[in-house]
């Protein structure tokens, strides 16, 4: 099983950025995704999360300026990041939830069991 980040970069503020999560190996169709991100000398923290029939769950801070959303024929998902800040810099990992089926998804890093390398967002001021 395998998670593949991918669409990090170099933005302004107030600009946008969609980054991609592509899952192999296993059926991610029936499992939440969620995105995490880790700041420079910070702690690693949630950012939204999709149940597998798409609810979305966001982080306070990110709410109503991200998206999440899936493409199960594609077993991918996406995380759409508009008006950034600098302090959405950060690496941005995409995770797998451990139970199938979950209706209802949290910010619990615990939760997830497969994890992807992380894609580099970079917001200038």
């Known amino acids: 099983v395998q998670l593949q980040a991918s669409g990090g970069g170099l933005v302004q503020a107030g600009g946008s950025l969609r980054v991609s999560c592509a899952g192999y190996?296993?059926?991610?169709?029936?499992?939440?995704m969620g995105w995490f991100r880790q700041a420079p000398g910070k702690e690693r923290e949630f950012v939204a999360a999709?149940?597998?029939?798409?609810?979305?769950n966001y982080a306070d801070s990110v709410k109503g300026r991200f998206t999440i959303s899936r493409d199960n024929a594609k077993n991918t998902v996406y995380l759409q990041m508009n008006s950034l800040k600098s302090s959405d810099t950060a690496v941005y990992y995409c995770?797998?939830?451990?139970?199938?089926?979950?209706?209802?998804?949290?910010?619990?890093?615990?939760?997830?069991?497969?994890w992807g390398q992380g894609t580099l967002v970079t917001v200038s001021s």
């Open positions: 995770a797998a939830d451990k139970a199938p089926y979950r209706s209802v998804v949290t910010g619990a890093a615990s939760e997830y069991n497969y």
């Open positions: 190996g296993r059926t991610f169709s029936i499992y939440a």
């Open positions: 999709i149940t597998w029939d798409g609810i979305g």
